[in-house]
């Protein structure tokens, strides 16, 4: 038996009336927010960084592929990984039905790691997605935009999300489950981050005008989006710790 309140279909409604108010409300304020991101002010990019892609080697500016806005979801495959994070992944697993309407808004998309581009290429074709992908293995592009660290940044406290993180010693225990499939250890492992970042391109300068990470990246799971509004939530005890997993390893 249910242990929710049930209530009758005037109950129900007079509640959802209620719950609409704050709905608009909170719209609203995402939409002030969003302004608020376009309205940050923009930083020069002058550092050459390289990228190895499916057509060869690309400077910054090329990634743009003639628009004049990137959006880069920093996707957290390190160099010593075998596979992708999981949360990474699934988040990933939206990417390939939106590239075609942000291009078509003048708008380049890519998802960047330090993993090499074989592999990749390797666990793209895995997971079935086309949506393009670089990487960024022999540059600081990571390092630059705070979504990787070196093994004695870990240890003296990276910096992340705005701030800079309590040192950790590289035996730290975590989550192995969070880290499974990876390839990795748990260090290793959390030595990549995830975030996004927003470049604009104009007479041939890049600048760099947004990044957001951790619960930033909450609207870019389209699964998120479709949990909250399910009756249990996102529901993240639900088989384990890590609740979620790649496309291609539910049992079901």
Request: charged share 25%; net charge negative; with cysteine.
């Amino acid at each position: 038996m249910t242990t929710h309140t049930i209530g009758t279909r005037d109950e129900w409604l007079k509640a959802r009336l209620e719950l609409l108010q704050d709905e608009k409300a909170h719209t609203r304020r995402g939409d002030e927010l969003a302004q608020r991101r376009r309205d940050l002010p923009w930083v020069r990019v002058d550092e050459d960084y390289r990228f190895a892609t499916d057509d060869g080697e690309k400077t910054l500016a090329e990634m743009f592929g003639g628009r004049s806005q990137m959006l880069v979801y920093h996707f957290m495959f390190g160099p010593d990984y075998t596979a992708g994070c999981p949360a990474c992944s699934a988040i990933a697993d939206g990417f390939n039905g939106f590239v075609p309407h942000l291009t078509h808004h003048d708008v380049a998309f890519w998802a960047i790691s330090r993993g090499q581009l074989p592999k990749l290429q390797s666990y793209k074709k895995r997971m079935g997605w086309t949506f393009p992908w670089a990487s960024s293995y022999e540059s600081r592009f990571n390092f630059d935009f705070a979504v990787g660290m070196t093994e004695e940044q870990q240890i003296e406290g990276a910096h992340y999300n705005f701030h800079t993180e309590d040192p950790r010693p590289v035996d730290t225990p975590g989550s192995n489950e969070e880290a499974l499939g990876t390839g990795a250890d748990w260090a290793t492992y959390q030595r990549e981050r995830p975030g996004v970042s927003a470049f604009a391109l104009e007479d041939g300068q890049v600048f760099h005008t947004y990044s957001g990470y951790a619960r930033s990246l909450d609207a870019l799971w389209g699964m998120y989006q479709w949990l909250d509004r399910a009756p249990l939530g996102r529901n993240e005890k639900h088989g384990g710790d890590i609740w979620w997993h790649r496309n291609d390893e539910y049992d079901d």
